[in-house]
């Protein structure tokens, strides 16, 4: 009876310090997992993070310009309003087009918005953009370089513009005249960006070109060939506007033609005297 006493108590000794080791255990594991975490944590978030305050610093920029100068037509919350469309889902690439070729803010509304000096900086239009792009995604604005540019093959790109886009621009690049009002604009003064974006984003009549008709090479292609054709000089002499063979004729019937008639006249006087 003794023995089976001092066994139970012993046991009853053992149990709570038992309990307090694996208690000890535990919290040193868990010390341990939460110093390892951390130290992970100083080692791969500060490029991270850097990037992230950046980002959010111009969306909460882009933000405040959207609310000064955007919100009366588009809405507080983007989402549109009788004087302005819905830009939830537009992308990036669709504000910097709109907003660097000064088409908006819409000076006036009419059939079709027209290219003006843009009233914001390269700045504050890359801010509108991302804040843009934080509401449902959309087109991103493309990154062409000068070594794109370069890399580009012309011929490809001149297929691609007289079959797609010289009925509209004009061979040349020179723009031409659509239905009730509207225009194909000129080419003469579109960034290679701006090109792009048009392509992908479709704005006014213009359809949208997506990568699954002209991919992204086939497109840089194109803005390399348009401002190949802009650039280069004419070996003709003066280019008379770029708008092909009707001005030419022209010019040739008014000082050939018309040249030529003025001397047979003074002749046919200076005979008649």
């Known amino acids: 009876m003794r023995g089976r006493l001092v066994t139970r108590t012993s046991r009853r000794s053992r149990g709570p310090a038992s309990a307090r080791r694996r208690r ?6 868990l010390s341990l997992a939460l ?11 500060p490029s991270g993070s850097a990037a992230d305050s950046t980002d ?3 969306v ?24 302005g469309p819905s830009l939830i889902g537009v992308g990036s690439a669709a504000v910097d087009f709109q907003v660097s070729t000064g088409r908006m803010p ?10 003006k000096e843009p009233s914001y900086s390269e700045t504050q ?6 804040y843009i792009q934080t509401l449902g995604g959309g087109t991103t604005k493309p990154e062409i370089s000068k070594d794109d540019l370069a890399d580009a093959d012309l011929t490809y ?6 079959a797609n886009c010289q009925q509209c621009h004009q061979a040349a690049g020179q723009g031409a005249p659509l239905t009730y009002g509207k225009y194909a604009p000129a080419l003469t003064n579109a960034t290679p960006e701006q090109i792009v974006e048009a392509m992908r984003v479709g704005p006014e009549s213009m359809p949208v070109f997506g990568s699954g008709q002209i991919d992204d090479e086939g497109a840089k292609a194109i803005a390399a060939y348009i401002l190949m054709n802009r650039d280069t000089p004419s070996p003709g002499g003066h280019k008379l ?23 047979c006249l003074w002749i046919g006087a200076r005979q008649k005297v």
């Not at 239009?125 to 991302?130: E, G, K, T």
């Not at 770029?242 to 001005?247: A, F, I, L």
């Open 24 to 29: 000890r255990s535990s919290t040193l594991v």
């Open 35 to 45: 110093m390892a975490t951390g130290v992970l944590w100083s080692v791969l978030a």
């Open 56 to 58: 959010n610093a111009a």
């Open 60 to 83: 909460k920029a882009g933000r405040a310009l959207y609310l000064q100068g955007c919100s009366t037509c588009h809405g507080l919350n983007a989402a549109g309003t009788v004087s």
């Open 106 to 115: 819409l000076a006036h509304p009419g059939a079709q918005a027209e290219a």
């Open 125 to 130: 239009i890359d801010q509108l953009a991302a």
């Open 157 to 162: 790109g001149g297929e691609l513009y007289r």
């Open 241 to 263: 506007g770029g708008y092909g063979p009707v001005p030419e004729g022209l010019l040739a019937w008014l000082i050939g033609i018309g040249g030529l008639l003025g001397v």
